[in-house]
């Protein structure tokens, strides 16, 4: 399997990866900022099957052809693509600031959705599409102050999932959308501070990790709540 993993770096994101090079029948490419990071869980791959990008994916985007030409060095198709970088401030909407306001925008909507495009080539019959949502974006859910955009921002990738989903039916390429409640990582601290959640990084990156190889067997276009508490 030929896999991408985005915000790879630490939390989920860095589980996922350890998870999915551990099968030395995956190819393992890796996005994120933070080069030490990445190479770091390059070395520890006792596979040797992890490759890596490190800049900024939210710059990356602006040049699609560079970007499609460097993911295209790793892999000549990719079979699962997980959008797992995520940003969070947690503010009163009327205090956000303009560049936080964009930051999560992009960093939780556009950039995934221009991914997702650039990647296309790549993609085929059998791929699979994992987004990574937020139960602060998930209908119908416990809504919390401080989140609004980044909760909206979210809710924007579920419902391009589903959009996705039929409109690549065709093509037999799967999205989906898993909408990750609490998990004790960076981002869920900054979100709740003090509240411990149920979950670590890595018990929620061994589910991801299965539904990504398994989950388009059983759904398409679909946005699952993963969450056992509140706030989730």
Known sequence: MNIIITGASKGIGKELSKLMSGSPDNSVLIISRAANALKSIKEDSTNENVSYIANDLNHLVKSPEKLLKMVSGHFSHVDILINNA????????????????????????????????????LLGRGSHVVNIGSMAGYQ???KYPGLALYGAAKAGLASLTEALAAEYADEGIKFNCLSIGAVQTEMFETAFPG???????EQMAK??????????????GKILPVAVTNPG
């Open 86 to 121: 995520g940003y969070l401030v947690r503010s009163a909407f009327g205090e956000l600031s303009a560049s936080d306001e964009e930051l999560m925008i992009n960093t939780n909507f556009l950039t995934p959705a221009r991914f997702m495009r650039i990647v296309l080539p």
């Open 195 to 201: 509240f411990k959640a149920p979950l670590d990084a």
């Open 207 to 220: 589910f991801v990790a299965w539904f990504a190889l398994n989950g388009q067997k059983y759904f398409n």
């Open 140 to 142: 119908g859910s416990s």
